[in-house]
């Protein structure tokens, strides 16, 4: 699976747009990139998933580049609920030997302020 | 609706004592996965299984063992614990073929070993 890079940290006001970028210039053809977050020690979450179009959900929007080389995940409106370390990962959806297992690397830390 | 439930959530083991980590889930899922999170790091899996019956190793095995002889359980088991393994541990499961190939997490259990 491709490696993603992203920021370690990010701020972002509470009801401003979060933007997180996360880079993955080796993606292949058949990889998806996955968001996840995992909000103070509780077990990770996931929020949406893409390919080569943008997606939205109830929780964000992913923007992949043409080149599927970046993407952001965008969260609208972020609340204080939203504080959380956010898992940008890169693998191929279908089934695998080893199922659907991802690698979680360190993420962003968001931190939203009032 | 219960989802992935993992006990114990909190365990303070002596050097060398041995314990299993329950982990169980409701939601009729063929894949099971074990991970383990050290502070400020990421998640790294230990064990997954793709079905009842069926397991291997993720990327950091040594220490540990698992077993699936139902599709609802898979617990693992630590024989000689070590600092080391002073960690937060998650279960994870998800069902074959689904589009997403999403993850659902249990809470997660703290193991300190002293």
């Known amino acids: 699976d491709a490696k993603t890079t992203q920021p370690t940290s990010m701020d972002c006001a509470e009801g401003r747009a979060a933007n997180l970028p996360c880079n993955h210039s080796t993606i292949s053809g058949n990889e998806y990139v996955y968001w996840y977050r995992q909000i103070h020690s509780q077990g990770p979450q996931y929020i949406i998933h893409?390919?080569?179009n943008n997606e939205t959900n109830e929780m964000a929007s992913l923007i992949i580049t043409e080149d599927r080389k970046s993407s952001t995940l965008i969260l609208p409106h972020a609340t204080l609920r939203d504080t959380a370390v956010y898992y940008c990962?890169?693998?191929?959806?279908?089934?695998?030997?080893?199922?659907?297992?991802?690698?979680f690397g360190k993420g962003t830390s968001l931190l939203v302020t009032p | 609706n219960a989802g992935v439930t993992q006990t114990p959530k909190f365990r303070i083991l002596k050097i060398g004592q041995s314990m299993t980590l329950q982990c169980t889930q409701d939601m009729n899922h063929n894949y099971m996965y074990w991970y383990r999170q050290d502070p400020g790091m990421g998640l790294k899996l230990i064990y997954y299984s793709v079905g009842a019956g069926i397991t291997d190793k993720g990327e950091v095995p040594n220490g540990y063992n698992v077993s699936r002889s139902t599709t609802e359980d898979f617990p693992l088991r630590l024989e000689l614990a070590a600092p080391s393994q002073t960690s937060v541990y998650f279960c994870?499961?998800?069902?074959?073929?689904?589009?997403?190939?999403?993850?659902?997490f249990g809470e997660g259990s703290r193991l300190t070993v002293l």
């Open positions: 994870a499961s998800s069902v074959a073929g689904a589009n997403t190939g999403e993850l659902f």
């Open positions: 990962i890169v693998r191929v959806s279908r089934n695998s030997n080893s199922g659907y297992a991802l690698n």
């Open positions: 893409g390919l080569k």
